[in-house]
């Protein structure tokens, strides 16, 4: 089983539409919890973190649930420039693990006009 | 306040060669993480670094990869012998010394391609 699993996707959507993105995580002990995005070729940017208490930074809402080790992402009012890929990460620290990020494979969303 | 920076952004070497990739952290961030994403891949973890300590390689090949992080100047991936396979991009990310969250911010990467 991968350590970060995500929809496979790809999603496709019309401008305007509400799109959600989920993700599981294998390992209990990790602790920090992220979501990048990422355009064709180039680095990964940080989104949001991800808090048990939920959180939202205006059309994105993203939610930690610690007991079934899920999270999620979702977008309102979709806008062309959303068209991205969409990274689930995981963090563990401490130990030997500390400030390893463990990334999923990643959704691709398209938002069309 | 310069993002993290990295170079070559793209770099050619002959099978066989060594490459060299260089990371800048952003400024007062002193720690250091690089990752490689493989054609059509997911980006793995190969090694965080602070200050001339190597912290955590467990994602490192065991052979032809080193890093270091140097008190002066960049952190260094360096690929011994390249191979057709070491063809991917490169990563370098930095952070802040935290004891919370560790938000790292990532260099556009240098994309290498083997010949």
Known sequence: RKEVEQDPGPFNVPEGA????????????????????????????????????????????????????????????????????????????????????????????TVHP | NAGVMQNPRHLVRRRGQEARLRCSPMKGHSHVYWYRQLPEEGLKFMVYLQKENIIDESGMPKERFSAEFPKEGPSILRIQQVVRGDSAAYFCASSPPSDYQYEQYFGPGTRLTVT
């Open chain 1, 18 to 109: 509400t799109v959600a993105f989920n993700c599981t995580y294998s390992n209990s002990a990790s602790q920090s919890f992220f979501w990048y995005r990422q355009d064709c070729r180039k680095e990964p940017k940080l989104l949001m973190s991800v808090y048990s208490s939920g959180n939202e930074d205006g059309r994105f809402t993203a939610q930690l649930n610690r007991a079934s080790q899920y999270i999620s992402l979702l977008i309102r009012d979709s806008k062309l420039s959303d068209s991205a890929t969409y990274l689930c990460v995981v963090e563990k620290a401490g130990g030997t693990s500390y400030g390893k990020l463990t990334f999923g494979q990643g959704t691709i969303l």
